[in-house]
Nanobody, 114 residues
C-alpha cells in the first residue's frame, strides 16, 4: 500500500483547508484509514479515522471542526478542516491499517497563523 498526502499549506486562524490522501497498491486490504498529526516537540497524535464501512472517530480537539471522508471509487481519503486554530499547526500524516501492518504517507505541513 502506498499513500500520497497533499493539500497542506498556510492559512489564517478561522480558515479552512482540505487534505487528501490517495491510496494505491493493495487497497482492498485496507481496513481503516486515518489522519494523524505531529507538532514540533510533540508526539504524533490521532486526528480522525474512518473504517471501510464509513464509521468515523475523532479526537476531542477536532470534533465539530474537522470531517473525515473517503471516496472509494477514487481510492482517496479526505480531511476537511474548518475553524482552524494555531494549535492545529503540525505535519499531518495519513495512515492505512491492514491485517498485517500499518502504512504511512509522507506527511503534509499545515500552518495556522494567528
Amino acid at each position: 500500500v502506498q499513500l500520497q498526502a497533499s493539500g497542506g499549506g498556510l492559512v489564517q486562524a478561522g480558515g479552512s483547508l482540505r487534505l487528501s490522501c490517495a491510496a494505491s497498491g493493495m487497497i482492498f486490504s485496507i481496513r481503516i484509514m486515518g489522519w494523524y498529526r505531529q507538532a514540533p516537540g510533540k508526539q504524533r497524535e490521532l486526528v480522525a479515522t474512518i473504517t471501510r464501512d464509513g464509521s468515523t472517530n475523532y479526537a476531542d480537539s477536532v470534533k465539530g471542526r474537522f470531517t473525515i471522508s473517503r471516496d472509494n471509487a477514487k481510492n482517496t481519503m479526505y480531511l476537511q478542516m474548518s475553524s482552524l486554530k494555531p494549535e492545529d499547526t503540525a505535519v499531518y500524516y495519513c495512515n492505512a491499517v491492514t491485517s498485517w501492518r500499518d502504512y504511512w504517507g509522507q506527511g503534509t505541513q499545515v500552518t495556522v497563523s494567528s
